[in-house]
């Protein structure tokens, strides 16, 4: 089963390469275009939580993201020895506020959550681990 | 990320090509701040180049249609690809931000 890792220090300027990296992975894996902006969005999400709340030092750190695409299952892994931190702890954004009033934030978990067919965190000794999955039938 | 302007009527026209996140959002927040305290009260936001949206893309729109709904003016979006506007529809705000099939039918709306 073929697996990508990749570390990503905590600078929003790495996120770009990652995405690119990610997409020709899933690209020879043949997966769905769908399954790209989904991998996409939830590494997007993630790190940059990790990235906003994970440290107080200032500090260059790594974050462990992996990805794997086997018959039409899609699991991404993200962990980080920052701040214990579950992201899934957040509240979710009230949708049913008219958008001109709605506070701008929680979006991203929320939209996490959604995309997927699971998702969850764990706190692992040191480390967070946080693992989304969705199946994409085949055509 | 890049953005493009043109002027049609009272409406600015941003083309945007590339991603809408982390950093890409960031620079769009900034142009639009700058139009909007520039005195621009209809804005138009053509998707057809954007491959990529999370929810600082969302973010940076929903701030400025905040900004415009106070001050009489109005922010549509036009072009967007299936995967942008399923994003939209989950986050919630394709009612208030209006989605339109092409550019010209978003500037006839604001």
């Known amino acids: 089963m ?5 570390q990503v220090t905590n600078d929003f300027a790495a996120l770009g390469p990652v995405s690119a990296q990610v997409r020709d992975f899933l690209c020879a894996c043949h997966a769905p275009d769908a399954a790209c ?8 999400e993630l790190v940059t939580n990790t990235i906003k709340y994970g440290y107080d030092d200032g500090d260059t750190h790594d974050i462990h993201v992996s990805v794997n695409f086997h018959k039409g299952c899609l699991r991404i892994e993200v962990r980080d020895r920052g701040n214990a931190f579950d992201p899934l702890a957040q509240e979710a954004p009230d949708l049913t506020l008219p958008t001109d009033e709605r506070p701008i934030g929680g979006l991203g978990i929320h939209l996490v959550r959604q995309m997927t067919d699971d998702v969850h965190y764990e706190r692992r000794g040191e480390e967070n681990v946080v693992v989304a999955t969705k199946g994409f039938p085949a055509e | 990320m890049k953005i493009e302007e043109k002027r049609e009527g009272q ?12 950093e890409g959002s960031k620079i769009f927040d900034e142009r639009v701040t700058q139009l909007i305290e520039a005195g621009e009260r209809d804005l138009v936001v053509d998707f057809q180049g ?42 919630g ?18």
């Open chain 1, 2 to 6: 073929a697996e990508l890792t990749l």
């Open chain 1, 37 to 44: 902006f989904l991998t996409d969005l939830v590494i997007e």
């Open chain 2, 11 to 22: 409406a600015v026209i941003l083309s945007i090509e590339g991603r809408l996140d982390h």
């Open chain 2, 50 to 91: 954007v491959d990529f949206l999370a929810s600082m893309g969302l973010r940076a729109l929903i701030k400025p249609y905040q900004t415009l709904a106070q001050k009489g003016g109005k922010i549509a979006v036009a072009n967007l690809s299936d995967s942008v506007r399923t994003v939209f529809r989950l986050a």
């Open chain 2, 93 to 110: 705000i394709e009612k208030a931000v209006p989605i339109y099939d092409s550019v010209p039918a978003a500037v006839a709306a604001v």
